[in-house]
């Protein structure tokens, strides 16, 4: 192991000599550096990084407090201790406020090895910290220039649609990409076969007649003396330089560009059927910023502009951009109407059938909001590549947009070929993740049929009907939905439903259950939350997707939640009556009751008047609902707070929540969503952002509690991250109040 180098002020040989011997006494295996005077000192710092500096308070010829001075500017990481027998406490506590780790008096030198490992180990956990802010400041930095170029991208593809100038058109680009885009310069250049040189046709940002010249490239250089125009040119790929000072371009374009204080370029080729006609070149001032998913974008930004060029003289431009999405490539609903209207006039001639089937990628505004949004479009166009090359005829597939994709596809019987067809024609395209920047995503599907001629004999009323199919899958928590079921839904069962649903509370069909929640440290059992089910006398136990959203609709969802929280504290007031440990129960409220403005009076109201015992309950309330009205929410939660309820954020992660709000709410718990917690164990980029949460929880003296923890493993790296609670199959399922105290007793076993 390596041998620590302290340098050590201290005019005594023989005290510097009876600090080495109790360090290495303790285990500390040290070289001493001993210095006595200011200049050695000051030379000391500068030649060499010591682990850590120590000190005697009073010198002949030097003095404790401007040794401290001197290390806090010429070493301020390294850790400074004083070893004096002469600090008195007053100045003790005055050298720890200017900079001083810790004091050991030289009759006491036994502690002095605990303290140096002590200071150490701050310096290392700091150091660690400060490691994983930059990490995380460079993600958010990236995020954020990925965000700028893909508005820098929808832009270009408006200029596009817009412009039918070349000359306009090119100007609009440059003027997007430097200004959007946040690049120094751009320029777009086309070849001039005759003279074999390639000139710009237009640019935004810096300009000069020396840059102009720069800008004007022949065609005749060598393999070794080619500058990145001339390489994308000839070799129809991006030519990216990162840095610039130790990728230098050709001699005389190097010393133009560096000086002028651009460290990063890229050329990308203008292609029209495989051939180069020009390139645009991009300049910035940052170095390594054209990194792999920037380049990606750009590549496309040019593909977008030679389509428009090959096609600007006839005026096909627009009717592209008209016609299909340009993010995915696809036909829009207009042109996808046409083609199938097409297709069922030739069927018709034969007797042949077709079917429609619309589907959407779940969860895809909570990928935007949690990973960015251009993680969502590289999603979007992933899939739109899967369906190109699924089907062979790339015109049978559509993007509707709001992650809303079609398909029509021939030869689909009936009915009884629905769970073959789902299966070939959307399902098997998510079978295989979508890997993104490095990490992989798993999309979920919802699907809508329709059947021609059985459901419909235009084309526009299928479509209509496979999205009104859709939309009852999406309601009835289905995978797949058929519109021939979807026509026997308002009166058989939606409607009869949301009957019964209204007399539930009367006939007291409702039930609370409860999941436990798990100290991961400890294994004992910290607190339930409360889940309502409804037991309906027709249909049995109803799942909570069924009914909750029927129950907001018509607004009883608020007696309800009242309800909710008189039994849970019912059934807090009965297992202490039954001798079971004090636990707390969290019960969740819907954004109705918190908008309500005597919430809070009305929440205490129901807890005095059902129970004297110390308050054990916790609210648990989304992101989301905050932001309805910030400031009375906050005074609402402050009171709660105030009078014992703990406040929980629920599904973190997946709302709007900033550092500068959740700094102001008063929030006790983040409860981090399951939808990170299932993919935590394969998906490195989601256990970074789970970890940050903890993090987060931790520097706001927050909790943190896992949901939908299923397996060790998941365990496992929630407790390496220090996530202090967590709740899920792997404890046990939602129990009624009755079997809560088995379910304690069963997981206190575990832990013994």
Request: with cysteine; glycine share 6%; aromatic share 6%.
């Amino acid at each position: 192991m390596k041998k620590l180098q302290l340098v050590m002020v201290e005019d005594s040989d023989a005290d510097a000599e009876l600090v080495l011997r109790n360090l290495a006494k303790g285990g500390v295996d040290a070289v001493i550096h001993r210095v006595e005077t200011e200049p050695d000192f000051v030379q000391a710092l500068q030649w060499m990084a010591p682990d850590i500096i120590l000190s005697d308070f009073s010198l002949p010829q030097f003095d404790g407090l401007r040794a401290l001075d001197i290390a806090v500017a010429y070493a301020p990481e390294t850790p400074f201790i004083f070893v004096s027998g002469t600090i008195g406490e007053e100045r003790a506590i005055d050298a720890l406020r200017r900079g001083a780790i810790d004091y050991v008096l030289k009759t006491n030198l036994s502690r002095l090895p605990a303290a140096v490992e002590r200071a150490l180990r701050e310096v290392s956990l700091k150091a660690e910290r400060a490691r994983s802010e930059q990490q995380r400041h460079d993600q958010e930095i990236r995020l954020q220039r990925l965000t700028r170029t893909y508005r820098m991208l929808s832009s270009t593809s408006s200029a596009i649609l817009r412009l039918r100038n070349r000359n306009e058109l090119f100007d609009e680009v440059c003027r997007i990409a430097a200004h959007q885009g946040g690049y120094g310069r751009v320029v777009i250049s086309l070849i001039d076969p005759d003279a074999k040189t390639v000139r710009p046709r237009a640019w935004a940002g810096m300009d000069s007649p020396t840059l102009r010249i720069v800008d004007c490239v022949a065609l005749d250089s060598g393999p070794d003396s080619m500058g990145m125009t001339e390489r994308a040119i000839r070799s129809g790929a991006p030519s990216v330089h990162n840095d610039l000072v130790r990728e230098p371009q050709p001699p005389a374009q190097n010393e133009v560009l560096t000086a002028l204080g651009y460290r990063a370029a890229a050329a990308l080729p203008l292609l029209i059927d495989g051939t180069a006609i020009g390139v645009i070149s991009l300049f910035s001032s940052q170095p390594e910023v054209f990194d792999a998913a920037e380049v990606d974008v750009l590549f496309e930004l040019t593909a977008n502009l030679a389509f428009a060029l090959q096609y600007l003289e006839k005026d096909e431009a627009v009717h592209f951009l008209s016609y299909f999405d340009s993010l995915t490539g696809l036909a829009k609903r207009p042109l996808f109407c046409q083609r199938l209207a097409q297709l069922m006039s030739l069927d018709a001639a034969d007797g042949g059938s077709l079917t429609v089937v619309v589907f959407d990628v779940q969860k895809l505004g909570a990928i935007n909001d949690s990973l960015g949004r251009y993680v969502g479009d590289r999603l979007l166009e992933k899939i739109a590549a899967r369906m190109k090359q699924a089907h062979a005829d790339s015109e049978s597939a559509a993007y509707f947009g709001g992650g809303t994709f079609a398909l029509m596809l021939a030869g689909v019987g009936n009915a009884a070929d629905t769970g073959r067809m789902l299966q070939n024609a959307a399902a098997q395209l998510f079978v295989e993740p979508f890997e993104i920047d490095g990490q992989e995503l798993r999309p979920a599907i919802r699907s809508g049929v329709a059947f021609y001629p059985h459901d419909a004999n235009t084309a526009d009323a299928l479509v209509q009907n496979a999205e009104a199919a859709l939309k009852a899958a999406r309601e009835d928590n289905e995978k797949y939905m058929l519109y021939g079921l979807v026509t026997q839904r308002p009166t058989s069962r939606s409607l009869a439903l949301e009957a019964r649903l209204s007399g539930a509370l009367d006939r007291d069909e409702f039930r609370l259950h409860y999941q436990p929640k798990v100290n991961i440290g400890s294994g004992r059992v910290e607190g339930f939350e409360a889940l309502l089910r409804w037991q309906d006398t027709v249909d049995g136990l109803v799942a909570p997707s069924l009914f909750v959203p029927l129950l907001e609709r018509s607004g009883a969802i608020v007696d309800v939640g009242e309800w909710v929280l008189l039994q849970a504290v019912r059934d807090i007031r009965s297992w202490n009556a039954a001798g079971l440990a004090a636990v707390r129960v969290a019960v969740n409220v819907s954004p109705l009751q918190l908008r309500r403005r005597d919430f809070a009076d009305r929440v205490l109201a129901r807890i005095g008047s059902t129970d004297r015992q110390p308050c054990r309950v916790d609210i648990e309330i989304t992101e989301s609902m905050l932001m309805q009205d910030l400031e009375l929410s906050i005074r609402k939660l402050a009171q709660l707070r105030e009078a014992g309820i703990g406040i929980a954020i629920d599904d973190f992660g997946t709302g709007y929540s900033s550092l500068r709000l959740l700094a102001r709410l008063p929030v006790d718990t983040l409860k981090v969503d399951r939808s990170f917690i299932q993919s935590i164990a394969d998906t490195p980029n989601v256990a970074t952002l789970v970890s940050t949460i903890v993090s987060l929880a931790r520097a706001f003296n927050m909790h943190t509690v896992a949901e939908g923890v299923e397996t060790g493993e998941q365990l496992e790296i929630l407790r390496a991250m220090k996530c202090e609670e967590a709740q899920g199959y792997l404890f046990g399922r939602p129990t009624p109040a009755s079997e809560v105290g088995a379910a304690i007793t069963r997981l206190s076993q575990k832990t013994r």
